[in-house]
């Protein structure tokens, strides 16, 4: 096991253990691919959700935010594409009986090239100190060249072979690769099938009379039907943008890596409609604006890059992904695509209602075209707790685990703790929450030594702690503790406020990313 792999184990257990990431219906064996979110990682889910809401809508003016419905008229889904072409290349081990996505299996064969091209750089970096130079050592380096040609090789192979849905080519490739089952070990493999992803289901009172629907495999489309009613009611001009945050459903045939793939899954996305001709300005400038939010977030620069398609969707002229350096390599977090108007178009003819924007200033009619954002929220709570996760040696030999997890995110802000359960130290530190909770997300403790509550609270990632001694009720001082540096200092009552929002409020944040 790698050390990255043993991050990832310790950090799902720890999920589990701290009341973050719970199974779903674990006392029944549980559900594959479908979990809940604990106490804990609700709070830090909706404090992700509400930064986001408040950046993209409540910061821009030409962005208004809705709450479409999972279902919708089936006709929906056949105009978008999905009920005839929303599936995944799968092939099986006959060895294992285990199933896997024919492109990923590609995706981490070209991974593994790419740990030993880092694994080089490392070394070089080790040998020649403040000398290295990365990039020419990876444009120089004969092994490295190499190595990044059968990338590229591969990589413009599997490219083709998906855009021309070509199969059998597929199966070829993982066969030249010598890309082994992680189960049996063996190439025994299946012809590569395509399954598709939708959820199907019934509504109606009896079977004879019920009608097909389908849970939505995206948010996007419950926004394209809802364009006009949005464009009508807030009498926006191009460009502006519809945002909305909500569920979707795939049928996922081989989910994997704890939250990062599931069965259902929660979207962050917004659709901007920009007049044609415009939509590769537009593109550049939602790909800069998206980047710099997530390195707001204080996760490492370092940790993020753009991952341009080369093999576009059929409805879409240009594409990205914002990718994250994940325990298990850098995957896909947040993406960004050119729609053009595909999906407006589709819905007009579908549904033969007209769906132009008529231009004022230019005194023409026509139908937008769409620039996406789309972050998958469950992908970004995952990464928030990965890169969070840290255990550090004390001077006393012992270890802590902390989350250090973004102060404005944190799922508790502040922990009042009395350092005793007597003398009227409980009264005091409830009479101080009292105050704190209408302004923060807070909890109370007291049972256990101070040690063992201060490393309670570290585990769940919260920024401050507040403890009550018996000086508090002679003087209205407390001790501040500060869970990245385990720094405790003597602060009065009435300055507590000042001190927890200036390092817990994403207001100096925003600011940041507007500078």
Partial sequence: MTNNEDIFKKVTAHCKEYGFVFQSSEIYDGLAATYDYGPFGSELKN?????????MVNLNDNIVGIDSAIFMHPSVWKASGHVDAFNDPLIDNKDSKKRYRADNLIEDYIQKINSKIEKDCIKAEKKYGDNFNRQEFLSTNKRIIERQKKIDKIENKITLFLKENDLPSIKNLIEELDIKCPISGTCNWTDVRQFN???????????????DLFLRPETAQGIFVNYLNVQKTTRLKLPFGVAQIGKAFRNEIIARQFIFRMREFEQMEMQFFVKPGKEMIWYDYWKKSRMLWHKSLGMGEENYRFHDHENLAHYANAATDIEFNFPFGFKELEGIHSRTNFDLKAHQEKSGRKINFFDAEEQESYVPYVIETSIGLDRLFLAVLCHSYKEEKLDNNETRVVLKIPAFLAPIKVAVLPLTKKDGLPEKAKEILGELKL???????????????Y?????????????IDHQTLNDNSITLRDRDSMEQKRIQIEDLNLI???KTSYINVVKAIEE
């Fill in 47 to 55: 404090n992700i959700k509400d930064y986001w809401w408040k950046s």
């Fill in 197 to 211: 992803l939708m959820f199907k289901t019934e509504v109606g009172a009896n079977q004879d009379t019920s009608s």
């Fill in 439 to 453: 302004l923060y997300n807070c909890k109370y403790e007291e049972k256990d030594s101070i040690g063992k509550r």
């Fill in 455 to 467: 490393r309670r609270q570290d585990a769940i990632g919260t920024p401050f702690c507040v403890t």
């Fill in 500 to 502: 927890i929002s200036k």
